[in-house]
């Protein structure tokens, strides 16, 4: 069974930063690209950032390139994304996701990221 868990949201002030964690099961996790998408209140899903699965290509969203670093650590079968300088807009559920004939649709459960003063 497929399985992704993500942990380390919270609450933050604006500029803070967190790191979140996505632990991934059930599949061969070095074998797929892996991303980050997240949905604010009233909005749509956002694809955030993506990895390859060697973690040697990666792409970023304009509005979170230079404040968020995806990596992974495939022996862990592990993805994380650090969030840096976050702003109140960064607000929403993110979700750990893997990229297969399904798009992006085989997501974990999200963690909440709420950027507030």
């Known amino acids: 069974e497929v399985q992704l868990v993500e942990s380390g949201g919270g609450l933050v002030q604006p500029g803070g930063s967190l790191r979140l964690s996505c632990a991934a099961s059930?599949?061969?996790?070095?074998?797929?690209?892996m991303g980050w998408l997240r949905q604010a209140p009233g909005k749509g899903l956002e694809r955030v950032s993506t990895?390859?699965?060697?973690?040697?290509?990666?792409y970023y969203a304009d509005s979170v390139k230079g404040r968020f670093t995806i990596s992974r650590d495939n022996a862990k079968t592990t993805l994380y994304l650090q969030l840096n300088s976050l702003k109140t807009e960064d607000t929403a559920m993110y979700y750990c996701?893997?990229?297969?004939?399904?798009?992006?649709?085989?997501r974990g459960q999200g963690t909440q990221v709420t950027v507030s003063s």
């Open positions: 996701a893997r990229n297969d004939l399904r798009g992006w649709s085989t």
């Open positions: 059930g599949f061969p996790f070095s074998s797929y690209t």
């Open positions: 990895i390859n699965g060697g973690g040697g290509y990666t």
